[in-house]
């Protein structure tokens, strides 16, 4: 038996895999009230910069909704609780029956 741990080889992530200070990841809800209905861009800033995206959610993505504005924005913390900005039109009401 060798000692020791096998460790896999070392590598540098993209820029873009880096989450800004600004969007810390909180603790995931419990409860969700909306969800994608296709692939949305996302943009961790509420400057109201339409052109800025910083990833996408995937079709189906269950979110709370937190609060929108009259741009058409919604502010929304998916379920690993990263707290993100996504266009209202692209979220779709989830019912009540405990989902």
């Excluded at 209905?37 to 996408?56: L, Q």
């Amino acid at each position: 038996m060798t000692e020791g741990f096998v460790r896999p080889e070392a590598k540098v992530l993209p820029g873009e895999s880096l989450i800004p200070a600004g969007s810390l990841i909180r603790p995931p809800p419990n409860r969700f009230t909306h969800e994608t209905m296709a692939r949305i861009p996302f943009s961790y800033s509420t400057t109201g910069d339409g052109d800025a995206t910083d990833g996408s959610l995937a079709a189906g993505t269950k979110v709370v909704l937190l609060r929108s504005d009259e741009h058409g924005r919604a502010s929304v913390v998916d379920g690993s609780g990263l707290y993100v900005v996504v266009a209202v039109s692209g979220l779709r009401r989830l019912d009540d029956s405990g989902t």
